[in-house]
């Protein structure tokens, strides 16, 4: 007698052998997987979604370079004027560098300021998430924010490096009335514009601002990034980092914050963040003649608006009158 059930598997794995052979002598090119096909077609409809939204990476290398040398021609004569300014001479006093630092806390400010426009419009920034224009950009801005929002203390802990700017003029010295009296009137639900008024700031320190935000407000991403790029804060010479640590022998424990801020700066700067900053610049120029034009005269403008500060405060100096500060609390 057969053996229904024996009958039943010998047939079941007959079976299934030969569908496993047969597997086995197609192509696999002939099996094509419908799921994964729709998902690559779900990828590249997202893919064109997104290109028209932030255009991709430059392919051309060679193009990108002669941006770049391009421009840094067109900001040479400003940016030697600004590193061999006159203001670094003024500053071998410990006053004269508190009513520096009480000027240039403005410009710390304003400097993250352009990078969180850069942040908002590169990345997205909204709930729900979803996924917003080229991911290298979006990897560049959020390193460099990493840095500049939340770097590593000495001490341990975390802080932006406005914050540890005010560490550092509080240490020297330094009055920060005027600065926290400007981000309570931002906190009240003034604008920019409205803030500057309120708080009293120093003429030079107004201008530079309402320049920024001009870029700001015009919304070019490539002009934004610009600005923020070829107006850094590896601006500031060797002469002035050594004027700092030679301060910081006639005066222990005053200037050590500020020495670490200087150092970190040059450091990210000229190491990383500078780098990144033209990538991010020449990636959103993405070749195109016009972008180029508009984002080397962000820069000329971003570094033309500095020296017009620097030549505010040692106009200031001169005078032998500190910065005008408001002491409202």
Known sequence: MSDPYHNTCFFGVTHF??????????????????CAQANLGRLNLLHKRNSAVMPAPLTNPTKQ?????SL?????????????????????????????????????????SLLKALQVRLTCANV?????????VRRLVNEIVLGEESDALPTGGAASHFELYILAMQEAGAKTVQIEHFIRELESGKTVAEALEHSGVPVAVGAFIRQTFEVIERGRPHEIAAA???????????????????????????????????DRHIALD??????????????????????ELEATQAAVNALRSRIRLWDGIAQAMQ???????????
């Open 72 to 112: 840094s021609t067109a900001i040479a004569a400003d940016r030697r004027a600004l590193l061999e300014h006159r203001l670094y001479g003024q500053l071998r006093t410990l006053e004269n560098l508190a009513a520096f630092m009480e000027h240039h806390v403005f410009a710390v400010w304003d400097f993250m």
């Open 228 to 262: 923020f790029t070829y107006g850094r804060e590896d601006l500031i010479p060797e002469m002035f980092t050594e004027l700092v640590h030679g301060l910081e022998h006639q005066f222990p424990g005053k200037l050590a914050t500020l020495r670490y801020y200087l």
């Open 128 to 136: 729900p998430w979803r996924p917003v224009g080229n991911a290298q």
């Open 270 to 291: 000229g190491d990383e963040h500078g780098e990144m900053g033209r990538q991010m610049v020449a990636l959103l120029c993405e070749g195109d003649e016009r972008r």
């Open 319 to 329: 005078k032998s009158e500190k910065p005008a500060i408001l002491d409202r609390r």
């Open 17 to 34: 052998t030969r569908r496993i052979w047969r597997r086995k002598k197609d192509p696999v090119e002939r099996r094509p997987n419908r």
């Open 65 to 69: 370079r002669d941006f770049q040398k």
